[in-house]
Every structure is written in structure tokens, then in C-alpha cells.
């Protein structure tokens, strides 16, 4: 049987690859795109806009915090119809995700960027980073939706925020401490109306209401 679901699992592996190197989509919708009959991907006009403008405000240093709630407050639905959240923004750079991340928006798909593997602790699988060799990698010059220019300027901006971050790790503060919650509840109790933690930021609400301005605090 384990042989079975791992000669199952290769061959969808070898499937998916198949159509990420033809520049098809491999599973799933990246905001920005639509899913076109035979498995091609094209741009959905309104929400490449809506890309554009995260970048560009970004690159004009507003925040992603900034742009989560100013997106909320006009109502634009986020990747699957949520609200926006900072971090749907601004991701997690190595692993490629979030809107600043995705290399899809200048043109190039990338794919196997994560291994799974189970934590002998726990039993769980967890998620590792793949060394760049074992990337694939194909460029999709009809996808792009960024121009080179500003994909820079945001990668630069990155590359500062990451510097300063790590610099102030450095003084009294601390990045660990400045992560941690400060009371008991903190990020364990879920808001009814948008599902994110509570926190506390003066008074009472949920990370949704300060963060992304999408639930009331009380």
C-alpha cells in the first residue's frame, strides 16, 4: 500500500511539474489571474489593479498595515473573498508568499519551493525550504502584471525593513520581545465577526480591527 501512494504521489508530482514548465497552473488561483478553459492562466483585469497599487503603494512607503485597511475601508475583497490582512501582503519573502512575494506578477512561475516532512516530535508534517537547485522555474512574459522597475524598488524596501528589524534586535527591546504577547489572552480568544485573535491596543478588539480595520474594537 505505501508503495502504492508513493508511486501515486510521483506521478501527480511529475503531472504538476509537467504543467508549471508548459506555464499552466499547477492547482490553485494566485490573485491577480483567472483560470482560463485547458488550464491556462490569464490576468483578471480588476484585481491586477488592485496589485499594482499594493506595489506601488508599498514602494511609496505606506505600510502594509496601511494598505490592508485602506483596501477594507473601500470594500475590496481579498485572495478568496477575505478581508485583507498585513501579513496577506507582505508574506513571507523566502517561502514566496504573499502579494509582494509572488514572482508571478513580473512574469516568472515558481514551483517546489517547499518539502514536507514529518516532525519526529510531534508526528506532524511540517513545511522546509528547498535548496534554489531544485526549483522550477518558467518564465511567463504574458502574466506579467508589474513592471521591472517597481518589483525593484519593493525588494529594496524589503531588503531595508528586513535590515531594521534585525538591527533593533539588537537593543533593549528585542525582536523576540517585540513579538511576544503582553498578556495572558493575547492572540487565544477569536473575534466572532472576522476570526482573528484579540488583542489588546489600548482597549479590547481584535487584531482585524487594528490591524486591518475590518471588525470594531470595544
Known sequence: MRSYLKDLADKTRRGL???????????????GYTVLPGGERG??????????????????????????????????????????????????????TGILNNESYVGRMVWNRLRYVKDPGTGRRVSRL??????????????????????????????????????S???????CN????????????KCGVCGRSYVNNNHRGAAGATSAGSARTS
Not at 47 to 58: K, M
Not at 178 to 189: D, H, I, K, T, V
Open 43 to 96: 490576468i483578471e483585469p480588476t484585481e491586477a489593479a488592485i496589485v499594482l497599487r499594493i506595489f506601488t503603494d508599498y514602494a511609496g512607503g505606506i505600510s502594509p498595515q496601511a494598505i490592508a485597511k485602506r483596501l477594507n475601508g473601500e470594500s475590496v475583497s481579498g485572495p478568496g473573498g477575505r478581508p485583507w490582512g498585513p501579513s496577506t501582503i507582505h508574506g513571507h519573502a523566502k517561502r514566496g
Open 17 to 31: 511539474r509537467g504543467r508549471i514548465e508548459a506555464g499552466k497552473s499547477g492547482g490553485g488561483k494566485a490573485y
Open 130 to 167: 528547498n535548496p534554489p537547485e531544485h526549483l522550477v522555474v518558467t518564465e511567463v512574459p504574458d502574466l506579467r502584471i508589474v513592471p521591472d522597475a517597481l518589483w525593484q524598488k519593493v525588494k529594496a524596501r524589503q531588503q531595508l525593513m528586513g535590515a531594521t528589524v534585525v538591527g
Open 169 to 175: 534586535a539588537r537593543g533593549t527591546k528585542g525582536l
Open 178 to 189: 517585540a513579538n511576544r504577547p503582553l498578556y495572558l489572552f493575547s492572540r487565544l480568544m
